[in-house]
Nanobody, 125 residues
Framework: QVQLVESGGGSAQSGGSLRLSCAAS????????MGWFRQAPGKEREGVAR???????SYSDSVKGRFIISQDNAKNMLYLQMNSLKPEDTAMYYC???????????????????WGQGTQVTVSS
């Protein structure tokens, strides 16, 4: 089992920045693919970014160039640096983890069995 706890959400103005953190504990050696997801009220969940255990990253078109996903494997931490925030970034943000083989198939559409409780991000114009 893997436990995930997000933090760092809050309010920001359009154009501002926030940094989300996700602390992982438990059997983290059983995962090699982590992602950030978000869900706004009345909308489907969206995969925002993902990172593999060897550091390969990818982003959705909606955040590419503005968000940066990173990790500190020694500390079992996952981060999402969000810059140039827009009101449409307002959502509940979740981190998630999974194990995929080979690691190259790590994708936000993969099955993620482990999820955090979420942290709210609100961006005002």
């Amino acid at each position: 089992q893997v436990q995930l706890v997000e933090s760092g959400g809050g309010s920001a103005q359009s154009g501002g920045s926030l940094r989300l953190s996700c602390a992982a504990s438990g059997n983290t050696y059983g995962t090699n693919c982590m992602g950030w997801f978000r869900q706004a009220p009345g909308k489907e969940r969206e995969g925002v970014a993902r990172i593999t255990s060897d550091g390969s990253t990818s982003y959705s078109d909606s955040v590419k160039g503005r968000f940066i996903i990173s990790q500190d494997n020694a500390k079992n931490m996952l981060y999402l640096q969000m810059n140039s925030l827009k009101p449409e970034d307002t959502a509940m943000y979740y981190c998630a983890a999974t194990l995929v083989r080979p690691v190259a198939v790590c994708h936000v559409r993969a099955y993620f069995p482990y999820w955090g409780q979420g942290t709210q991000v609100t961006v005002s114009s």
